[in-house]
């Protein structure tokens, strides 16, 4: 069997060797040597360069060395130049004793800030408003692009600002100018003392792990000399597993192993203030304002863990940069697809309609400026579907504002015996928010705070409900003392089981749907950004089969075809394993099987107009309804509504599912079949919310196609029907009322519907009004023996035929009241037919051999499965469908539909046949 494999041996002898052209002329450039890549990026070495590298920072000092303001200093220079990089992230660590103070650039930028390799230059945000030493390394391989930047997550923070450099606002940048010290140590003082305060995060603020946090500190400055600067951030990772508590008798070589284990949580410190001393006989330096500006240690200082004390004490509240898959510590990959999402030109996921921008516009109200003076009420209720994505999106926004999240795993689990300890429960939970702000706090299924254990008077909220309101108004008591926010965000995956003394205490609501086909393909690229795919894969086309998947369901199929690739291998111990089309197939058709547990999970069927025979009027009369709004959708972009109704009536068995399935098949459409009885339910209100969740399905599969079979079952004439609750009228009110926002609104747009049934005389007229099923179709009987050959040619293409066998004088034998359910019991019947005259030929051989036994090499007496699978010639067991197999099916087949009844039929038609031209007639007369 031959595998696609990433790797493997070459066998001179039995190995062939294809050489193709790269499909990708720019990687060619990678192989050439460093000179040629140089001048093909145009670098340019000029007297500037020169003049950086022979005497950079000539600057003029201002008189005041001892107090002088470096920023002013440098905003009214001239030289040296600032170049303006932009800025990228590390993904992963270099190296991590020297990452707190390294920006790495491409070979080519260095000649424009005037730089050699490993230099020390000086690094500034945008505008200038704070300075650094950094040390410029290049690395062609890390930094991919000229003009860019690629540093710690932590270190741009520092530099520009936590978290300004990943804020929805322009992108940052930093500028670089050459520093006086070149490769040399810089000459920048050595800190005294240095205090450090814990960042309140929900974790730091846990008493439990204070003492492996402050160790791991420890442990950061004596592994070597580090450069602060005051308001510095320092991320340390932590591993808290239980198996790696220490107690307090430890010693510092065990948290140091601890560290270098496997790492779950992330603690940060802030650097409150440095005390230094000022390098001696710093003044009789040359004028040079940035040598001065970092002997006084405007530029940063060292931390010595010999000579410097560090003091820890307090908590700080701060926002942090987002450093978990830096980390490595993003376990659910929510980081990684964010990141993954911000690297496209253009995301749909975060597009300014999406959730995620709704969110992100309400939570950064609460850092505009003077903010906390207008009493906000910063309380946000995402409602959907389970598994939508819900928990991922409060994520990305508290990454992308540098908040923190506290996650309340599900309210159901706050309810105690009784409603005090559930309050108390409650409250524990906001003040351990407030006290690590800011900070997004996640209440999971709050509808489970309705439950109460005790009786509720007239009139009155539960108690549980007055505390949410109370903790709500005190979030923003102690957001007047922090400076900082909590967002109180819950979560529901259905709103109506959420009362209204809830809903009320959440002032935004934010629903998620089911992501459409371009959504879809971005979690797709997202989830398989680190995976080897086979070529024969396409995400294009697979996210147009996952139609009506959420982002759950497609991280499960990824999963699912990871899995199936896996076992595909088997023993072959590939180190690389590609993932086909195949894999993906079965994933797909094992989500589709679980998924389909509901009402059912809509699909593209596989019934081409190869299967349906005749009906070529109804073809051509359903595609222009269908196909006109997918090919032209701009001919109704002025408010014209398209007509998306279509009902198909006849006698049964006329091919009217076989010809939706078609429709749907040549359109690319995923199809949605419905059974009338399968909407009513025994609950009131729950037929009418079925009716609901089959149109709200659709929506989220679009583009798809609805197909009401028994549609007269579901939607009888109202005012006809006794029964008690008027199950039935609610039921046809809210298909029309479904119909008319579908077809009126751009939420239903490309959902199509098409009806069926045997008796549209039932039916309610205000279904039959235009703007609703406004098409209808007659399917009845062949009326020609032409187009009963056309039938059973499309029912017998699979078949194998006897040569001497003509269709065309088995359809002159059939009589006109056939319908095409009867030609399918024909064709079936004939196949049986053969079937058995084949297997009584087989067993007639047998009995032959059995009465004359003459090879020895066989046993005796023979047996069927013996004599099939060791003795038998293809041609002993190939069933061949003749002449007599069709006569005798046809002696014995009864129509399903009778003559009276078919001059029924013909009367339906002929009465519904009038009101349409009656219509059209009405239309034309008007002015």
Known sequence: ???????????????????????????????????????????????????????????????????NHLAEDLAGSTQPPQVLFDVEPLAAPVLTSDDHCTLYIRTVDLGR??????????????????????????????????????????????????????????????????SPFGRHQPAIPTAKSVTIARIATPFSINRRYQASSLSSLKSYFASTKRLVQPNDIIALSLNTNPESDRQDG???EDHVDERSGSVNEVVFFLV??????????????????????????????????????????????????DIGSYLELDLHHTRSIFAFLQRLPFSHLLRRESPFSKFLALASAGFTRHSVDYNLQLTVLLKGMRGVGKFTVTCWVAQQLGMHILEVVDCFNLIGENDVKTEGTLRARFEQAAACSPCILVLRNIEALAQTTQPLEAGKNPAI???????????????????FPVIITGTTSDTSRVPLS???????????????????????QALSGNTLLAPDVSLTGLAIQTAALIAIDISDLVFRAKSSAIERVGEKGFANVLITAQDFENALQRARAAYSENIGAPKIPSVTWDDVGGLAHVKGDILDTIQLPLEHPELFADGLKKRSGILLYGPPGTGKTLVAKAVATSCSLNFFSVKGPELLNMYIGESEANVRRVFQRARDAKPCVIFFDELDSVAPKRGNHGDSGGVMDRIVSQLLAEIDGMSGGNSGADVFVIGATNRPDLLDPALLRPGRFDRMLYLGVSETHEAQLRILEALTRKFKLHPSLNLREIAELCPFNYTGADFYALCSDAMLNAMSRTAQRVEDEIKKLNESPGDQNHPYPLTPQYYLAEMALPDDIQVQVSKEDFLQALRNLVPSVSQAEMEHYARVQNQFSQKIQEEDDTVESRP
Not at 24 to 32: F, H
Not at 465 to 483: T, Y
Not at 505 to 524: D, T, V
Request: hydrophobic fraction near 35%; aromatic fraction near 4%.
């Open 1 to 67: 069997m031959l595998e696609p494999t990433s790797h493997g041996y070459l066998d001179p002898g039995s190995t062939r060797i294809i050489v193709v052209q790269s499909r990708n002329p720019s990687s060619l450039a990678s192989t050439s040597f460093l000179s040629e890549q140089m001048d093909s990026e145009g670098i340019e070495i000029d007297e500037g360069f020169l003049a950086n590298a022979i005497a950079p920072n000539s600057l003029k000092l201002n008189g005041n060395t001892g107090d």
């Open 113 to 178: 800030v005037g730089l050699l390799n490993e230099d020390w230059a000086v690094a500034s945000s945008d505008p200038e408003t704070k300075y650094r030493l950094v040390r410029i390394v290049a690395n062609d391989q890390l930094v991919k692009h000229p003009g860019t930047i690629r540093a710690s997550p932590i270190l741009l923070s520092n530099i520009i600002g936590a978290p300004q450099w990943n804020t929805n606002g322009p992108t940052p940048r930093i500028s670089l100018r050459s």
């Open 250 to 252: 430890d010693t510092e």
């Open 272 to 321: 409150t203030n440095v005390e230094h001393s000022v390098i001696p006989n710093a003044v009789q330096i040359a004028e040079q304002d940035l040598y001065t500006g970092s002997t006084v240690g405007e530029l940063g200082c060292w931390i010595d863990s010999s000579s410097t004390r560090m003091v820890q004490t307090g908590i700080e509240h701060a926002r942090v940069p």
């Open 465 to 483: 409900v007055n505390a949410l309101r109370d903790c709500i108004a005190e979030s923003i008591q102690s957001w007047k003392i922090s400076g």
């Open 502 to 524: 809830i809903l009320s205490c959440f002032k935004h609501e934010i629903e998620l749907g089911a992501p459409n086909e371009e959504e879809r393909l971005e979690i797709l």
